[in-house]
């Protein structure tokens, strides 16, 4: 699976973004997709993931009640809705793709990575 991560930019604190992932080159709707973001000097932390068929998700704590994952199989893309955001959001984001299960919420289960994009949240 190839992904193809867009949608960061600069946005002031309080403002909203949203990220798209595209998928190509296998079925989209065999995996389980995954946001994760990675800030200068920190390891990569999960942020939200959702299964096959869009019903399940799952959000990391620091993000839970502002960001939505969500999935449209017909279009092979994942989408995070990010709301109320904050210096502390500033990351690259990345999507993946995963074949494990249950949804797996740490990277080392994700089979496919996109190139990730840059989410910048000013004070």
């Known amino acids: 699976v190839q992904l193809q991560a867009s949608g960061g930019g600069l946005v002031q604190a309080g403002g909203s973004l949203r990220l798209s992932c595209a998928a190509s080159?296998?079925?989209?709707?065999?995996?389980?997709m995954g946001w994760f973001r990675q800030a200068p000097g920190k390891e990569r932390e999960f942020v939200a993931a959702?299964?096959?068929?869009?019903?399940?998700?799952y959000y990391a704590d620091s993000v839970k009640g502002r960001f939505t994952i969500s999935r449209n199989n017909a279009k092979n893309t994942v989408y995070l809705q990010m709301n109320s955001l904050s210096p502390e959001d500033t990351a690259a984001y990345y999507c993946?793709?995963?074949?494990?299960?249950?949804?797996?919420?740490?990277?080392?289960?994700?089979?496919?990575w996109g190139q990730g994009t840059k989410v910048t949240v000013s004070s």
């Open positions: 080159g296998r079925t989209f709707s065999n995996y389980h």
């Open positions: 993946a793709a995963s074949s494990s299960v249950p949804i797996p919420t740490t990277p080392t289960q994700y089979d496919y």
């Open positions: 959702i299964n096959r068929s869009g019903g399940t998700t």
